[in-house]
Each structure stands twice: as C-alpha cells, then as structure tokens.
C-alpha cells in the first residue's frame, strides 16, 4: 500500500524523514550495508548543514550550491572526498525526485 506524502502542492517532509524513507528503499533493494554507509556520508552533511526538521520542499538550488563551497572550502577534505559526498546527495535527491517527495 503506498501513501501519499504531500499536502496539495506542499510536502511537508522533513530531511529526517525523506532520509528514513530512503533508507527504507536502498534496504528493499537489497543494497550492501557499506553503500548505504556511503550514502550516510552525504546526509550527514545536509543535516549539519540543514537540520532534520527542515522540509525538503524549502532546499533550494543556492543552498545546495552554497553546502558545495562550503565543503570545497573546508581545507581538511580532499577533492575526492568532497565529490564523494556529493555523489551520494545527488543519490539521495534523484531517489526523492523520482519518488515526487521533492516538491
């Protein structure tokens, strides 16, 4: 049975909740452990960077891009490290666009 999540044109979901459903569905497909470990790495950056309470529908281009310089800027991580974290948000936002949990 699936439910709908949105509210007329507004979703109410929040990071930590599309983060629970994408889980949910990297488990359903039977994805190795590791990789969703993998995929972690990428939240946990939106999550500093947002909060968990904050609503998928309000995440904007610009915010994403500014998360990018920030993790660019940050002189600890390596170029493959930060590309490594933006693989798995990229992830994370295909799976909530073509589950139309993004708007």
Known sequence: MK????????CSLTLGKAWDKFKRHCKVKNLAEVTI?????????LLEYFG???KVKDIEQEYI?????????????KKTSVNS??????RFYIFL???KLSH
């Open 97 to 99: 666009y073509e589950s």
């Open 52 to 54: 968990k309470d904050y």
């Open 37 to 45: 470990d993998y995929y972690k790495l990428g939240y946990k950056d």
């Open 85 to 90: 974290k933006l693989r798995a948000i990229r």
């Open 65 to 77: 891009e500014e998360l990018i310089e920030d993790l660019m800027s940050n002189s600890n991580l």
């Open 3 to 10: 439910s709908e999540i949105t509210m007329g044109n507004k």
